[in-house]
């Protein structure tokens, strides 16, 4: 059974950061993409980071410069390392896993919550 499990969401003050961790079990990384997705009170769930099978990376431009997923292929777990938060980073941070051959199907964790305020 494939399962992603996100952790390391908490409350911090602008300016600070956070690193969060998304375990993953039944998959493999080599035939995978991997992404984190945040969705704000309000707003539609919006992708902000991924990392492809060989290690290429994408970020939208609202954390470009901030925010760096990696992965750690032998302990299949990824990574999204957030500097210099802004309240607008406020949200439900979900993990998610795209098979990149055959069936492309998609995997989804429950989503962990960060909070910047000061």
């Known amino acids: 059974q494939v399962q992603l499990v996100e952790s390391g969401g908490a409350l911090v003050q602008p300016g600070g950061s956070l690193r969060l961790s998304c375990a993953a079990s039944?998959?493999?990384?080599?035939?995978?993409?991997m992404g984190w997705y945040r969705q704000a009170p309000g707003k539609q769930r919006e992708l902000i980071a991924n990392?492809?099978?060989?290690?290429?990376?994408n970020y939208a431009d609202s954390v470009k410069g901030r925010f760096a997923i990696s992965k750690d292929n032998a302990n299949n777990t990824v990574y999204l390392q957030m500097n210099s938060l802004k309240p607008a980073d406020t949200a439900i941070y979900y993990c998610?896993?795209?098979?990149?051959?055959?069936?492309?199907?998609?995997?989804w964790g429950q989503g962990t919550q960060v909070t910047v305020s000061s």
């Open positions: 998610n896993a795209v098979k990149i051959v055959g069936s492309r199907i998609s995997y």
């Open positions: 039944g998959i493999r990384f080599i035939i995978y993409n």
């Open positions: 990392i492809n099978s060989v290690g290429s990376t």
